[in-house]
């Protein structure tokens, strides 16, 4: 089965900042990717698909990139509404499997 | 748009049974596959299994901590998806998202609000 493992787990950061989160496949999975941001007690919203295609409605300032094991989500300039915690995914073969989330907390 | 609407949550003792089913609106349900992922309370999310559409005869895909007790069907004359879980231990107490998967396999929004499901001993 392949593992994904995020880091950082936690990261505290301020409005205007930018932010990056990784995400490593323990074998390789082309582009296959996807980051999801969720918010308490809410349903988790799909970000980027394809590890850079950002779905529709989602916001420039948030990016992604990588292929193979090592991928990343940007957030150019973080805004209120993006503190959240976000998950990585990869769809390469059964089972899927996220990765542990990176919680975004206001500095 | 795209429509989940999840149902059948519930309290249920260790050993017990519980159906869970998806209403879906706003997509033609029979062209995709659909997934089932959980979320424990406080926890990350966990990719339950998928279902495949007519075209690929329903076959179904399972993580291995439900397979043999959980079964994944669909119903496209309702546009519905169920979730059958059977065997039912206090770690199978989650939050339960039905998802609608795209023909590259990712994930469409939005997802479902998703049933809690609670397992008491």
């Known amino acids: 089965d392949i593992q994904m493992t995020q880091s950082p787990s936690s990261l505290s950061a301020s409005v205007g900042d930018r932010v990056t989160i990784t995400c490593r496949a323990s074998?390789?999975?082309?582009?296959?990717l996807a980051w999801f941001q969720q918010k308490p007690g809410k349903a988790p919203k799909s970000l980027i698909y394809?590890?850079?295609t950002l779905q529709s409605g989602v916001p420039s300032r948030f990016s992604g990139s990588g292929s193979g094991t090592d991928f990343t989500l940007t957030i150019s300039s973080l805004q209120p509404e993006d503190f959240a915690t976000y998950y990585c995914?990869?769809?390469?073969?059964?089972?899927?499997?996220f990765g542990g989330g990176t919680k975004v907390e206001i500095q | 748009e795209v429509q989940l609407v999840e149902s059948g949550g519930g309290l249920v003792q260790t050993g017990g049974s519980l159906r869970l089913s998806c209403a879906a609106s706003?997509?033609?349900?029979?062209?995709?596959?659909m997934d089932w992922v959980r979320q424990a309370p406080g926890k990350g999310l966990e990719w339950l299994g998928r279902?495949?559409?007519?075209?690929?005869?329903?076959?179904?895909e399972y993580a291995a901590s439900v397979r043999g007790r959980f079964t994944i069907s669909r119903d496209d004359s309702q546009s519905s998806l169920y979730l059958q879980m059977n065997g039912l231990k206090t770690e199978d107490t989650a939050v339960y998202y039905c998802?609608?998967?795209?023909?590259?396999?990712?994930?469409?929004?939005?997802w479902g609000q998703g049933a809690l499901v609670t397992v008491s001993s």
């Open positions: 995914q990869h769809y390469q073969i059964y089972p899927l499997s």
């Open positions: 074998e390789g999975i082309n582009n296959r």
């Open positions: 279902i495949r559409e007519r075209a690929n005869s329903y076959t179904t």
């Open positions: 394809a590890a850079s």
């Open positions: 998802v609608v998967v795209a023909g590259s396999g990712y994930y469409l929004d939005p």
């Open positions: 706003g997509f033609t349900f029979s062209d995709h596959n």
